[in-house]
């Protein structure tokens, strides 16, 4: 049985991680073919934060990691549901730019702006950031015993 919970833990970095990336191809798609001013925060935002690769390597990393202690659940615990908070963001912002991309009358009065998903997006990249900075911490610190066992 202990076995299966890391197991069950990389299955599910690996589903938050594709959730991630649909929604990331989706809205640069959008955003690619219309150039207004909110698709361009967009834009600017996706870039600077490398979404997916930060995810990517936070997955490849819980997944390489032995997974003994109780704290490292938590902590890889805690990651998913930031990744889930993301994801859900993400979706938001998705179907807001198909809602701005269907109207076509008084587009600047009736469309979504983004400002407010953007800021709570840079949350969300700092709270993770932290996460999985205290996800090495604990894990390095649970394998010193082990020879100076090196991050993988």
């Not at 299966?4 to 991680?17: E, G, H, K, Q």
């Not at 983004?114 to 649970?142: A, C, Q």
Request: charged residues 25%; proline residues 1%; glycine residues 2%.
């Amino acid at each position: 049985m202990a076995f299966l919970v890391p197991a069950l833990m990389m299955n599910m970095t690996t589903i938050l991680l594709s959730n991630v990336t649909s929604s990331i191809y989706n809205i640069n798609a959008y955003v690619l073919t219309n150039k207004n001013h909110s698709s361009q925060k967009m834009a600017t935002f996706i870039r600077e934060y490398d979404i997916v690769h930060k995810i990517r390597t936070i997955a490849q990393f819980i997944e390489s990691i032995h997974i003994d202690s109780e704290m490292v659940k938590t902590q890889i615990e805690s990651i998913h549901s930031c990744i889930d908070e993301i994801t859900k963001q993400l979706k938001i912002i998705e179907e807001r730019l198909a809602y701005n991309k269907s109207i076509w009358i008084m587009t600047t009065i009736r469309s979504y702006g983004f400002d407010n998903r953007i800021k709570e997006l840079e949350i969300l990249m700092k709270v993770l950031n932290e996460r999985f900075n205290l996800l090495v911490i604990t894990y390095k610190s649970g394998n010193e015993n082990e020879t100076d066992k090196e991050l993988p």
